[in-house]
């Protein structure tokens, strides 16, 4: 049976480890692989939000809940992070810095879907967008190597594609809006 606090003190060994990505991507892939514990761990998701279950220098976990058809801009982590999926669907655009345009501009590169049961690593200097495209919500845990609500780290506008200061409290804004 899937144990939360097992899950975090886990995760917190691995945070420090030389293989710790290998062992964290390990560890929510356990996780997500029977939804319906995480979820009685967790509780149903009713509504979108963004919920700090672990935080410390250098280890956050998180549980994302993506409002149905909502999309968070290009943003980076600026530390690895692994995502896995316990029910609905995360669609991510993987972006990269032009060279040769202004500073700081972007463009597509790639795509991943991810259903539930599914896990991804994100690796430290990853740029991505995120689309929750189906009509219910979605629910993922979130594991970063680092303290993902002190980072400085960017966003990019979605429209032009111009990179910016990341800003948190928009971003929990837009969860909980």
Not at 4 to 30: Q, Y
Not at 32 to 50: K, N
Not at 108 to 123: E, N, P, R
Request: proline letters at 6%; a negative charge.
């Amino acid at each position: 049976m899937f144990d939360l606090d097992h899950l975090v003190a886990d995760c917190r060994s691995a945070a420090g480890a030389e293989d710790g990505d290998r062992v964290l991507r390990e560890l929510v892939t356990r996780a997500v692989e029977d939804p319906s514990e995480l979820i009685a761990a967790l509780g149903e998701p009713r509504q979108s939000g963004l919920v700090a279950i672990y935080r410390s220098p250098d280890l956050t976990i998180l549980n994302l809940v993506w409002k149905p058809c909502f999309t968070v801009m290009p943003h980076n982590h600026e530390m690895p992070a692994v995502i896995g999926i316990y029910g609905g669907r995360e669609d991510n655009i993987f972006w990269r810095r032009i060279k040769d345009a202004p500073e700081g501009h972007i463009e597509a590169v790639g795509a991943k879907a991810l259903a539930t049961g599914d896990v991804a690593h994100l690796g430290r200097d990853i740029i991505h967008s995120v689309t929750n495209p189906i009509d219910k919500l979605t629910g993922a845990i979130h594991v970063y190597r680092g303290d993902f609500f002190a980072a400085e780290r960017s966003e990019w506008d979605p429209e032009s594609l111009t990179e910016r200061p990341y800003d948190l409290e928009r971003v929990k804004a837009m969860f909980a809006d």
